[in-house]
């Protein structure tokens, strides 16, 4: 009965972890926004800390990105720290645009190919790796 119980629990859990969200942002820095209430870690990205050299260059580049547009991430049901963990679109010019994507075409985030799989390595700027440093756990 037990056994019975956690699994639809856990079932349930799912149903309501792994969804989207879509509303205006907030940004907190180049990897980490405010949607909706909901704080989400883009997926895949490693952006400098806003106390680092180019920290605060990535949140006001993504300040100015997002500012006006809805925002909508497609959560994958991780969290880490107070965040859930997603992938987040914008409208640029009628086409949905993939953030991370933006962020690292840009110079203000590298691919983390341990959480990305490499999809957002070709994104990547000459000279970016040598400009930014890569997080440990990447």
């Given at each position: 009965?037990?056994?019975?119980?956690?699994?639809?629990?856990?079932?349930?859990?799912?149903?309501?972890?792994?969804?989207?969200?879509?509303?205006?942002?907030?940004?907190?820095?180049?990897?980490?926004?405010?949607?909706?209430?909901?704080?989400?870690r883009?997926?895949?990205?490693?952006?400098?800390?806003?106390?680092?050299?180019?920290?605060?260059?990535?949140?006001?580049?993504?300040?100015?990105?997002?500012?006006?547009?809805?925002?909508?991430?497609?959560?994958?049901?991780?969290?880490?720290?107070?965040?859930?963990?997603?992938?987040?679109?914008?409208?640029?010019?009628?086409?949905?645009?993939?953030?991370?994507?933006?962020?690292?075409?840009?110079?203000?985030?590298?691919?983390?190919?341990?959480?990305?799989?490499?999809?957002?390595?070709?994104?990547?700027?000459?000279g970016?790796?040598?400009?930014?440093?890569?997080?440990?756990?990447?």
């Amino acid at each position: 009965m037990f056994k019975i119980f956690l699994t639809i629990f856990l079932l349930a859990s799912t149903q309501v972890i792994a969804r989207d969200v879509t509303g205006t942002a907030r940004v907190r820095d180049a990897d980490t926004i405010v949607v909706a209430g909901v704080p989400v870690r883009l997926n895949g990205i490693d952006a400098p800390e806003l106390g680092t050299r180019y920290g605060r260059d990535g949140k006001y580049f993504m300040e100015r990105l997002l500012r006006g547009r809805n925002v909508t991430c497609e959560l994958n049901g991780e969290r880490t720290y107070d965040r859930w963990v997603g992938t987040c679109f914008i409208d640029l010019d009628g086409q949905w645009t993939d953030i991370g994507a933006v962020v690292i075409s840009n110079g203000y985030a590298l691919d983390c190919r341990r959480y990305s799989g490499g999809r957002y390595r070709s994104f990547e700027p000459a000279g970016a790796r040598t400009r930014l440093s890569q997080a440990g756990y990447c």
